[in-house]
């Protein structure tokens, strides 16, 4: 991108891999795998962004955690996948107080349940998990990924300049339950 466009201002960092197995059955590969995606790969996005933008005077970086990361989802079993996002979202605290100075701000946005191919994918194997979300969710129902274009451009944007370190919640309300 820098060899492209010359600059680096703004990079959202959205990877994730979900399963659901009990804690007690969760094959440790599998575990090792998420880990290296959810974390390692939204850490690693973060870093490389940073080591561009520090020099041309800040950015912003949004790492993509979920509502995992302050609740636990149910009915589904997913302890790695919520410790995963956990993580991201503690990493975007850190890494805001770390980089504040240099102009860098980092902060994480938390989806609820948004209807992602990976979302898709699982609802397709398991149909009654829909209704189960949609019931605990206050809206009613689940997010479109563009739900949560407004909050990207923002947390992106010079309108979030004085922001760092925080993290955003668009759940449709499950949380506050």
Known sequence: MKKK?????????SAGIVENYSALEYPLDRARKLFDINVHGVY????EAAKIMIPNGGGSIVLIASMSASIVNFPQLQTPYNASKAAVKHMATSLAVEWAKTGVRVNSLSPGYTLTKLTRTILAGAPEL????????PMGRLAEPGDLA???VFLASDASKFMTGTDLLIDGGYCAI
Not at 5 to 13: K, P, S, T
Not at 44 to 47: G, K, N, P, Y
Not at 130 to 137: A, F, I, N, S, V
């Open 44 to 47: 690693l996005t973060a870093r």
């Open 130 to 137: 829909k209704e189960t979300w949609e019931g605990l969710t």
């Open 150 to 152: 407004g909050a990207i």
């Open 5 to 13: 466009f010359g600059r680096v201002d703004a990079v959202v960092a």
